[in-house]
């Protein structure tokens, strides 16, 4: 059983930067991939950013060039650099972790692909 932990969100002026953290426990198999997903309001849940255990990434388009998912395997812990930051990215930000054949992890993302989850962390954007 995993258990995931976010934290590090909160309210930012629009252009500003927040970096968020999981915190992960329980056995992680190197076929593990890591995800972030959001959901604003009155929005369905999309996909933000995946990470798996060598190190590839994926990306929502909509992210590209803004976020940066990355990964501390030796600490069980998942982190997402958020920059240049819009008032559409506010939301609720999820933690989400999954075992994959071959430990590799394809677009597009979907939160149906993930096992496990944790309870979110809040991002509000002003402009």
């Known amino acids: 059983q995993v258990q995931l932990v976010e934290s590090g969100g909160g309210s930012v002026q629009a252009g500003g930067s927040l970096r968020l953290s999981c915190a992960a426990s329980g056995y992680m198999y190197s076929s593990t991939c890591m995800a972030w997903f959001r959901r604003a309001p009155g929005k369905e849940r999309e996909g933000v950013a995946v990470?798996?255990?060598?190190?590839?990434?994926t990306y929502a388009d909509f992210v590209k060039g803004r976020f940066t998912v990355s990964r501390d395997s030796a600490k069980n812990s998942l982190y997402l650099q958020m920059n240049s930051l819009k008032a559409e990215d506010t939301g609720m930000y999820y933690c989400?972790?999954?075992?994959?054949?071959?430990?590799?992890?394809?677009?597009?993302?979907?939160?149906?692909?993930?096992?496990?989850w944790g309870q979110g962390t809040q991002v509000t954007v002003s402009s």
């Open positions: 990470i798996c255990a060598d190190g590839s990434t």
């Open positions: 989400a972790a999954g075992s994959f054949v071959g430990g590799h992890y394809y677009a597009p993302i979907d939160g149906r692909d993930f096992h496990y």
